[in-house]
């Protein structure tokens, strides 16, 4: 496991934990979620990655057939995107219609309902799928509020305000 102290808030960046697919991985993955995000100047987002990051961990914990699974934090202005990747590329997860009694299975509902943007991605190794990640991206509302598109359109999804950031990749710069 890597351990990084930052002494001044981050404007950008990418970080990884790699952990255990373990019982007490969803906790570990909060706390540095969290932390990360609070050395990044994005505190306002820790509520709702707490719980997001949360979700996705048990998943992976209870779901897919892995020993390890990563988290990933991208941290850029004003957003942040929060990714669990495992090597199960066969188990891959599915919003269900949880009854009013049940208690499971509402999980991926909540992260879709708090995050910005939320998804699925296949992990390749170049020729075939090695594993999933399961992502979500979280906005700060004033950002939502106050930045213009630079197309003048609303939400047009594609401009670096606009359109949702995959993990790993890095934002338009248009």
């Known amino acids: 496991m890597r351990t990084t102290v930052l002494n001044l808030p981050i404007r950008h960046g990418h970080y990884v934990l790699d952990a255990p697919a373990h019982a007490t991985t969803p906790r570990l993955a909060r706390q540095f979620v969290a932390e990360t995000?609070?050395?990044?100047?994005?505190?306002?987002?820790?509520?709702?990655?707490?719980?997001?990051?949360?979700?996705?961990?048990?998943?992976v914990v209870q779901h897919a057939r892995v020993d390890t699974l990563a988290v990933e934090v991208t941290v850029r202005p004003g957003r942040a995107v929060v990714a669990v990747r495992d090597g199960d590329p066969y188990r891959r997860p599915y919003r269900r219609h949880a009854a009013p009694g049940d208690e499971r299975g509402r999980g991926l509902q909540l992260v879709g309902a708090l995050s910005y943007a939320c998804g699925v991605s296949l992990v390749w190794d170049g020729l075939h799928v090695v594993g999933k990640r399961v992502w979500f991206e979280l906005r700060e509302r004033y950002v939502l509020a106050h930045l213009p598109c630079p197309r003048f359109t609303p939400s047009c999804r594609q401009c670096a305000v606009c359109a949702p950031v995959s993990p790993g990749q890095e934002p338009s710069t248009e």
């Open 37 to 59: 995000l609070v050395a990044a100047g994005r505190d306002a987002l820790v509520p709702d990655a707490r719980v997001c990051v949360s979700d996705v961990v048990t998943n």
